[in-house]
């Protein structure tokens, strides 16, 4: 059974897993609207990760006898100056959620929530690897450059994205 405070701080993740879900959907479409499809179905995919995060913490409030709870949605930026800019934006929304993950493993250690604990370790593994691909795209920018070249090949690597 979830104490409490776990509850309502998982719930908070979720919503913030949705959230993450709603800008990156606004990247892709924001991306669409320039012809950058290649960095739009990036996007997408990275959109489709989030919701998903979000639903895994779901069930797993459920499982442990707590109830999940919506909050709203605020509306995410809609466009950027550049790609880059967007990938800067990017970087800096992922280091907020690596932190919001470390402060609930925090808090799972504080209440002696061991199951809590071992869920989280998903997440922080996971964190890693969202950090890692961003700053990869970042240092590819500097590779390419953002001339249109570079930015054309850039844009058909990451629309390979499965």
């Keep these: 059974m979830l104490k409490k405070e776990m509850e309502q701080a998982l719930n908070e993740q979720m919503n913030k897993e949705f959230t993450s879900a709603y800008i990156y959907a ?3 479409a924001d991306f669409a609207a320039k012809d950058y499809n290649g960095f739009s179905r990036w996007m997408i995919a990275q959109a489709r990760e989030e919701m998903g995060h979000g639903q895994k913490i779901y069930h797993f409030i459920l499982e442990r006898g707590g109830r999940p709870l919506y909050d709203s949605i605020e509306k995410p930026q809609e466009q950027w100056d550049s790609v880059l800019a967007v990938f800067e934006h990017a970087l ?3 280091r907020f959620i690596t932190k919001s993950i470390d402060e609930l493993v925090n808090l799972s250690r504080k209440l002696d929530d061991k199951a809590t ?3 989280l370790q998903w997440f922080v593994s996971e964190q890693v690897e969202e950090e890692s691909n961003v700053e ?5 920018f500097e590779q390419a450059g953002l001339d249109n070249r570079g930015l054309y090949l ?5 629309g390979a994205r499965e």
């Design 136 to 140: 990869s795209i970042l240092v590819k």
């Design 92 to 94: 800096k929304h992922e």
């Design 26 to 28: 606004a990247m892709a």
């Design 117 to 119: 604990e071992i869920f």
């Design 154 to 158: 850039l844009d058909k690597e990451l």
